[in-house]
């Protein structure tokens, strides 16, 4: 399965839910979560990889600034498959 398709089932999955899902394609910031997912006053970061996907440092210090700032941050490569 492709990056792609991940990303398509966990956006599927999110606004089945009736999350508000937005996927961050050019921002001003190198290395943030491919997707921001809303509902109810919360916000969370995904960033989506196929299985075996490679974590940049890049992307995990992203990570770990949006979870400094209290963010539920995580990087997954399936709909119930959290990795980092």
């Known amino acids: 399965m492709t990056e792609s398709q ?3 089932k966990i956006i599927d999955n999110f606004t089945d839910r009736g999350f508000l899902v937005v996927k961050l394609m050019k921002t001003n910031t190198n290395g ?5 997912v809303l509902k109810d006053g919360v916000c969370k970061f995904i960033e989506v ?3 075996n996907g490679k974590i940049s440092e890049l ?4 990570i770990k600034q949006l ?9 997954m490569d399936g709909i119930d498959s959290i990795i980092y």
């Not at 943030?32 to 921001?36: A, E």
């Not at 992307?59 to 992203?62: A, I, L, M, N, S």
């Not at 979870?67 to 990087?75: E, M, S």
């Open 6 to 8: 991940i990303q398509k």
């Open 67 to 75: 979870r400094k700032q209290k963010f539920d941050a995580v990087v």
């Open 32 to 36: 943030i979560p491919d997707l921001m």
């Open 59 to 62: 992307q995990k210090y992203r």
């Open 49 to 51: 990889k196929k299985p």
